[in-house]
């Protein structure tokens, strides 16, 4: 038997070596490169003509169509990329190993091999692990990658949250996809099968928006800028080798392997069966004409003093909900409002505005710690009388998800990202209402000026809320009470304890509100 003294000397012993193997990582020197710019629009593909023939009628005005439904969102972006001539521009937080990940990462393989300019631009939290696999990609000619605010040590990452803490936790949250220059593609939806309505798992509520027209050249702008950021490190800069041609070959055939396994599954029938751009030819597609505002943090966001918001998206947006007057609606799964984001909806509601929030409740969040921190804010924002409601984990999601082709998943969780103002306008995007969103990450969403989408979104989220979630309220004891539907009789029940969450999960939240966190959340 190993004595104590012997197992404590193991452990700092590897904890040292450890130690060592990170400390010595430390990221390349600063490379001279020029700065690249999206493509330019021809104005000659096919693409070009359909957009442009239907913006004609709405000169300087931009084109909305919001993706509530996770297949649809998944469609919209291989058929876009199906139609790509010029240039391909892709901005993600995460991006899963899984089934759509690897069909994603397969049609813009495609898209490449047909001399179509691909960048594909990862924060490096979508990276973790994934080196070998992005540099096949980055070592096709017309197919470029790079790696947002990376981690120096490519393989263990842990003991660099130490000496890099305050760096390397600050992440480019971004969520976008840029096509040919005319049409694209933003919102709350990283890459993977859980965003797209495709895990039997767990599944997102999430929500995306297809723009075109001038808010198309300020998302690309936005692309460009963090594309250039000397925080962005091209992957084969970062790994320090490069792969074998026979590795490359294989990692490219395996992709177009898993399109012909999936040729008859669910996504690729849902491609089959969108026809966004048939429907924008034939004037059927549901589309927003008007103003829309792209609001965006600035790369170097991730650099400054936390609260020093003059990178910040922030100081844009505050000012919608400072001037909603008759209804806010809030869809925000990681929702930590601090006392300042109380008070603002507080004045909301005592200058006659209904404000409605709908987040996560403790057994539909993934991330425990937050609920423990939003938990604190709860009794104070029901005072200050805004409808406060909470995602079940155990509903089905047929309002959000119109097709019968979604994945069956006992588990639903809130991703979605947005507000919606006095049922005028609308932001999509990737902001959470927490201090990492606000202080931290960077983030990018838009505001789409049109009353039917805001109208239609706020009457989604606001007539299915009996059916998805529970309302949070405080009895005439000033005890919390969840308020919701019998899955089995529809009769409406009243519980007094967190719903439909074990022991554990309220053991983390509670461990969570007590420590001194709340800014990294």
């Not at 490069?242 to 040729?263: G, Y």
């Amino acid at each position: 038997m190993i004595s104590r003294s012997r197992r404590s000397r193991n452990v700092f012993l590897s904890l040292f070596v450890l130690g060592l193997l990170s400390g010595c990582a430390s990221l390349p020197g600063p490379i001279e490169r020029a700065e690249q710019r999206a493509v330019p629009v021809t104005g000659d593909s096919a693409l070009d003509h359909t957009i442009a023939d239907f913006l004609a009628p709405y000169p300087g005005q931009s084109a909305a169509h919001f993706l509530k439904d996770g297949l649809d969102a998944f469609a919209a972006r291989l058929t876009v990329a199906d139609r790509a001539s010029r240039s391909i521009d892709a901005q993600y937080y995460l991006f899963h190993d899984d089934v759509t990940g690897g069909l994603y990462a397969e049609r813009l393989l495609r898209a490449a091999e047909r001399g179509v300019k691909v960048r594909l631009l990862l924060d490096d939290m979508g990276a973790h692990r994934r080196d070998d696999f992005l540099l096949a990609l980055d070592h096709h000619p017309n197919f470029e990658i790079r790696i947002f605010n990376p981690f120096a040590n490519r393989k263990i990452r842990a003991l660099e949250y130490l000496y890099r803490f305050g760096l390397v936790t600050r992440r480019m949250h971004n969520k976008s996809m840029v096509v040919d220059g005319v049409v694209a593609i933003t919102g709350g939806r990283n890459i993977g099968d859980d965003y797209f309505d495709a895990s039997h798992k767990s599944n997102f509520i999430d929500m995306d928006v297809m723009v075109f027209g001038p808010a198309v050249d300020e998302i690309g702008g936005q692309f460009d800028q963090y594309w250039n950021s000397p925080l962005s490190y091209d992957i084969e800069t970062l790994a320090r080798h490069s792969p074998a041609p026979a590795e490359v070959l294989s990692t490219w055939q395996a992709l177009h392997d898993v399109t012909v396994k999936q040729s008859d599954g669910s996504y690729l029938k849902r491609l089959e069966l969108a026809g966004f751009f048939e429907h924008l030819s034939e004037g059927t597609l549901p589309i927003s004409i008007g103003p829309a505002i792209v609001l965006v943090d600035q790369p170097q966001k991730v650099r400054e003093p936390l609260y020093d918001d003059t990178t910040h998206l922030a100081p844009e947006l505050w000012p919608y909900f400072r001037q909603a007057t008759r209804e806010l609606v809030i869809l925000n799964p990681y929702f930590i409002p601090s006392d300042s984001g109380v008070q603002v909806l507080a004045d909301a509601a005592q200058r006659g505005c209904r404000v409605v929030v709908l987040t996560n409740s403790l057994a539909a969040n993934d991330v425990a710690a937050v609920h423990g921190h939003y938990s604190k804010y709860r009794k104070a924002l029901i005072m200050a009388g805004v409808e406060l409601h909470e995602l079940r984990a155990d509903r089905p999601m047929p309002e959000f998800s119109e097709s019968n082709l979604a994945a069956p998943s006992d588990h639903i969780s809130l991703h979605i990202k947005t507000f919606v103002f006095d049922r005028q306008k609308t932001f999509i995007g990737s902001l959470n209402l927490d201090a990492r969103s606000v202080y931290q990450n960077t983030e990018l969403g838009i505001i789409v000026d049109d009353p039917e989408m805001a109208s239609q979104i706020a009457e989604l989220a606001l007539n299915n809320l009996p059916r998805l979630a529970y309302q949070v309220q405080l009895d005439d004891q000033d005890r919390m009470t969840w308020t919701g539907l019998d899955p089995d009789s529809q009769e409406e029940i009243i519980l007094y304890k967190e719903p439909d969450a074990g022991f554990w999960l309220k053991a983390v939240a509670w461990i969570s509100r007590i420590m001194p966190v709340e800014s990294q959340l």
